[in-house]
């Protein structure tokens, strides 16, 4: 995002020293800004990874409870379903 600020000294209003006094001051409020701007967005990015880790948290944790739940009602599951339900697990975790 760029924006060009022009100053311009209409009918004598402004000094050359008022006019260097603003864009100095125009300078120092955009180092501010691009400072609060990168804040900004390093928190967004936290707040933003939190987030999809605690959705990833939430979709293990459903997936450990369906497999436990699973294991308790197939004691005499073949050993490929075994198998086949560890993959299932793995590829969520």
């Known amino acids: 995002k760029s924006t060009r600020l022009t100053v ?15 864009v100095s001051e125009a300078k120092k409020y955009k180092a ?5 701007a990168a804040r900004i967005q390093a928190k967004n ?5 939190a987030y999809n880790l ?3 948290v939430k979709k ?3 997936a450990i409870n369906e497999t436990i739940s ?3 009602n ?6 490929e379903e075994y198998d086949n339900k560890k993959k299932e ?5």
């Open 74 to 79: 197939s004691q005499k599951a073949s050993q």
């Open 45 to 49: 990015d936290l707040e933003a990874y």
């Open 89 to 93: 697990l793995q590829a969520v975790a």
């Open 8 to 22: 311009t000294n209409d009918k004598g209003r402004l000094s050359k020293e008022e006019i260097e006094h603003m």
């Open 32 to 36: 501010e800004d691009n400072a609060a």
């Open 60 to 62: 293990l944790e459903i």
């Open 70 to 72: 699973w294991l308790d």
């Open 54 to 56: 605690r959705s990833s």
